[in-house]
């Protein structure tokens, strides 16, 4: 995977992957709030963590987190990446773990969350 490669906007394979990559984002994420595979917490919460344009889910378990990935077939071996690992390493009593969907940016990673700030993001890989 390569991932500082540029792209052209008008490469049909890069177009295509991109929508993929969208269509995974939003499998997971679901449309609406209360349903869909991951429960999200409404707009204005993301506003609060300065992620504007991106829909957050409630909090999740490491074990839930992997179990979306896996149900999703989009991330299915988390536990072996070392930043994912970094992440867990670092959670303390009281911090969320939750998953981001962004329209811009990055688009899909998971978030630890301290204190209403993200301290560290674990994006997930894209198509490339």
């Known amino acids: 995977m390569k991932l500082n490669k540029p792209h052209r906007l008008d490469d ?11 269509a995974v984002a939003l499998l997971i994420m679901g ?8 429960r999200l917490e409404d707009r204005s919460f993301a ?5 504007k344009n991106c ?11 992997i179990e979306v990935g896996r149900k999703w077939e989009t991330y299915p071996t988390p536990e072996k ?6 992440m ?4 303390q009593p009281g911090d969320e773990l939750r998953l981001i969907s962004c329209s811009e940016g990055n688009p899909y990673f998971y ?8 301290i560290h993001r674990h994006l997930l890989p894209v198509l490339d």
Do not use: Y
């Not at 506003?47 to 992620?51: A, D, I, P, T």
């Not at 829909?55 to 987190?65: H, M, Q, R």
């Not at 990446?81 to 970094?86: F, N, R, S, V, Y």
């Open 12 to 22: 049909p394979l890069h177009q295509f992957r991109m929508v993929i990559a969208g």
């Open 81 to 86: 990446d070392p930043d994912w690992i970094k």
């Open 111 to 118: 978030a630890l969350i301290r204190n209403g700030a993200v």
């Open 55 to 65: 829909k957050v889910s409630i909090p999740l378990s490491p074990s839930e987190a």
């Open 88 to 91: 867990l390493s670092m959670q």
């Open 31 to 38: 449309c609406a709030t209360t349903t869909g595979p991951v």
């Open 47 to 51: 506003n609060k963590l300065g992620l």
